[in-house]
């Protein structure tokens, strides 16, 4: 309800869709998908059986998910796919490539045409071929800051986070606003 989609766009009948989606020209969706509400994919984008997205992630241009780790044209490995996650606010940047088993944590942002092949934790910044991570990211998608390493600071709404054991939480309670 409340979904835009553009012209020549599939969306199977199996497809779980949430509200207000977008979704650009030359999009396909898989019959074993899950969108949450609002979830923005942009042209030329296929997301294929056993991905899910959840709520306000975003996928860029001519990005790629997979779902076999090992295509053959003369092999079937229909039930080999491998299920990918999208965690609530993810970004996933133009011609970005995740491949299929991962799952990316929630406000994590992957940069343009980085390769994805492991686990994106929780508000990191990952970028390359193979995607690293690079830095952190905040919920309104600005790099966060820091000066001590653990607690990080988001230039444009100055919400607080703290890095501890490796794991980014939100330190303070207010929404941001978009």
Known sequence: MGSKVWHWVHISAGAQIGEDCVFGQNVFVGNRVV?????????????????????????????????????????????EYKKTHVKRGASLGANCTIVCGVTIGEFAFVGAGAVVTKDVPAYALVAGVPAKQIGWMGEFGERLISDDGFHWNCPATKSRYLLKDAVMTREDAQEVSV
Request: overall charge negative.
């Open 35 to 79: 969108l949450g509400r609002n979830v923005r994919v942009q042209n030329n984008v296929s997301i294929y059986d056993d991905v899910t997205l959840e709520d306000d992630v975003f996928c860029g241009p001519s990005m790629v998910f997979t779902n076999v780790i090992n295509p053959r044209s003369a092999v079937s490995r229909k039930d």
